[in-house]
């Protein structure tokens, strides 16, 4: 029999097929059920004009064989089958594609979706088999044709015996190497596995041998003359796949437990989901949606092993197992699936062509997201709070990390702990609760709320009876810096030089004293140089003798974060803070530096490097000189037996 040359441009071009346009060879399989399936469409479709045909929905089906001592793996349908001129085009020619024919031809009808489009899935069979045999005999013909090949050098066509209609593709698995290892597709559980992960949701039922295992009984006898029950397997035809899966049935089918079971067991979760979103989408773009938001988050959830992402299908069939494009990286934390056939997919469909549908799904797919959320806080105040405890901040690295764009999307469902309230509290809340005569969102940062509640600024803040916010993460007073503002309402940190807080006379006898106490500043100033922008008078203070504020756009918090992230612990100098430091007049060490000041210099500048270094301590820092500073206090304790 004369060996037909394939009628592409080329043996490259199979070459490619087979080497280049798959990055994982399990796809095989996948590629070829989808076939499989499709033949099944076409012959199901006709049923439904065409008596003849005899059979029904329940009637068709795809087979998985297994030959261990052949090495060949078998994958056979009963669908609508292929003629000898139908194999020859459509398997002679590269890329040549009779589902995407079909699917043209009845793009207006509903129940067809051909998963196939370009013709190429079927020689993905190429990367394990060293020869392919297909024979096939399709609806209304009386005779079968088989199709061989060993790859590049050319195929033939015969007549061969099949007495029923459809499609048998079977694989000669090529010799294991030690790189590969191809004798793992002729395993049961590799099998299952496989059609479990790519192709658990094709409508068809997908049959093959599986094991089970039973009770019988053995010849040996028990102690009471019965015979002994031992576990042995056996083999079952069974199917095993899914078929339809959760999100395509309606809502009246599904229930939220069932929701619920299938996150638990498909993301192998413990905890129920915070809320569970469904979406069903018709239109220009159609697709369905089912998605969870997590009640608590993954160990690693904030590091780079972790991979974030929605499951993607087309047609029942997995293109991506993490599909990152559908989701914007805030919400991050979003476990689900997708499902459309109107997805543009590159040739191998491992992947996704960048186009239009895919950007009007995870637009979508984000406006539903922050919706749930936002009804999840309005609704369930304490559940909010505990998904936002696992996940806020997340939320809050989206606003800086879109530099402000995410505002509209994320502000509203942004929490804060709350000094009044002792809790966890949205901006909304906050500015709603402002008296009438409170100007700014009062905060303050540190490590531990504890720590804050204790800056020397908080006193003037409380006084006044306004709240203040305590940012705990590094982030946060980031979050504040891009956003500016909320409902009109300026963020104003409690290190700022500048409060708000006090009245026009206390400014005029504030900066009275600081004209009174001017030579002592300028000698604050010279004893410090460079580690401050500059010494002042402080309106605030109320218990303590001094603190530390700044001046310009780089805050204490900020200038930590950049210390630690910047190489040798060098900060160029647009990261540096421009300190102030802030003293109490009426405090009684303030009058004690006034003293030293005027008798003794040297004295005076070690009370200035003292208090330098409380005014350090009081914002979380270290002192600069840490032996300094423990001589200073214990000298000070001598003086006062």
């Known amino acids: 029999m004369a060996k037909k040359q394939f009628k592409s441009e080329s043996k490259r071009l199979l070459e490619l097929m087979i080497n280049s346009i798959y990055t994982h060879k399990e796809i095989f399989l996948r590629e070829l059920i989808s076939n499989a399936s499709d033949a099944i469409d076409k012959l199901c479709y006709l049923s439904l004009t065409d008596p003849d045909v005899g059979m029904t929905r329940d009637d068709f089906r795809i087979d998985i064989y297994v030959d261990r001592g052949k090495r060949t793996l078998t994958v056979a349908d009963n669908g609508i089958g292929m003629s000898a001129e139908e194999l020859d085009k459509n398997l002679g020619v590269i890329a040549k594609s009779g589902s995407l024919q079909f699917k043209q031809e009845m793009e207006k009808r509903e129940d067809i979706d051909i998963i196939g489009q370009f013709g190429v899935g079927f020689y993905s069979a190429f990367m394990m088999a060293s020869k392919v045999v297909v024979a096939t005999r399709k609806y209304g013909e009386t005779e079968a044709n088989m199709w061989v090949s060993e790859g590049v050098d050319g195929y033939t066509i015969a007549p061969c015996d099949k007495q029923t209609v459809g499609t048998e593709i079977t694989l000669y698995l090529k010799p294991d190497t030690e790189e590969e290892n191809y004798s793992a597709f002729l395993n049961e559980y590799t099998l299952r596995s496989l059609i479990k992960k790519y192709s658990d949701y094709i409508r068809w039922p997908i049959y093959m041998d599986v094991t089970r295992t039973r009770q019988v009984e053995s010849e040996e ?15 079952v035809r069974d199917v095993v796949n899914s078929r339809i899966p959760i999100w395509q049935r309606t809502k009246s089918e599904v229930s939220d437990a069932d929701c619920v079971a299938f996150y638990k067991e498909k993301f192998h979760e ?14 220009a773009v159609s697709y369905k949606a089912l998605l969870f938001i997590p009640k608590t988050a993954p160990i690693d959830f904030y590091t780079r092993d972790y991979k974030a992402g929605l499951e993607l299908y087309s047609s029942g069939v997995l293109i991506m197992d993490r599909c990152e494009d559908l989701l914007p990286e805030h919400f991050r934390f979003v476990r689900g699936v997708v499902d459309s056939s109107d997805l543009s997919l590159n040739i191998s469909r491992e992947m996704l062509q960048h186009d239009r549908q895919l950007k009007v799904i995870a637009q979508n797919l984000e406006k539903r997201v922050r919706s749930e959320l936002k009804k999840l806080l309005e609704n369930e105040p304490d559940k909010y709070r505990e998904f936002f405890k696992s996940f806020g901040l997340q939320l809050k690295f989206g606003i800086v990390s879109s530099y402000g764009t995410a505002r509209d999307t994320l502000a509203d469902l942004l929490m804060f702990h709350s000094a009044m309230h002792d809790k966890l509290i949205t901006l909304d809340e906050y500015v709603s609760a402002m008296p009438d005569s409170q100007k700014y969102i009062y905060y303050a940062c540190g490590d531990t ?30 979050v504040a810096k891009t956003l500016v503002r909320h409902k009109e309402k300026e963020f104003r940190s409690l290190t700022s030089d500048d409060l708000g807080l006090v009245s026009e006379e206390e400014k005029k006898a504030a900066q009275e004293m600081e004209e009174k106490n001017q030579d002592l500043l300028d000698f604050v100033k010279e004893t410090l140089k460079d580690k401050i922008a500059a010494a002042k008078i402080s309106q605030t203070l ?29 900060l160029l100098p647009m990261f540096k803070a421009q300190r102030v430091l802030e003293f109490n007049p009426g405090h009684p060490a303030f009058q004690a530096l006034q003293s030293a000041y005027e ?17 350090l301590l009081m914002v979380g820092l270290p002192p600069e000189d840490p032996a300094f500073f423990s001589e200073q206090v214990s000298g000070l304790m001598a003086q006062a037996k």
Request: hydrophobic share 35%.
């Open 599 to 615: 008798r003794d210099k040297a004295q005076a500048e070690k009370y200035v490097r003292l208090l330098y270094d409380l005014s």
């Open 449 to 478: 709320a504890e720590h804050i509640a204790r800056l020397p600024q908080a006193d003037a803040v409380r006084e006044k009876g306004f709240d203040i916010l305590f940012f705990t993460d590094e982030v946060d007073e980031f």
């Open 542 to 570: 109320r218990s303590q003798p001094v603190c530390l504020t700044t001046q310009g756009p780089v805050s204490l918090e900020m200038e930590r974060y950049y210390q630690t992230r910047s190489a040798g612990g060098e």
């Open 270 to 283: 413990l905890d129920d989901p915070a809320a569970v979103i469904r979406v069903s989408a018709e239109g």
């Open 221 to 235: 006898k028990d102690k009471d003359g019965n015979p002994k029950l031992i576990w042995e397997d056996y083999t």
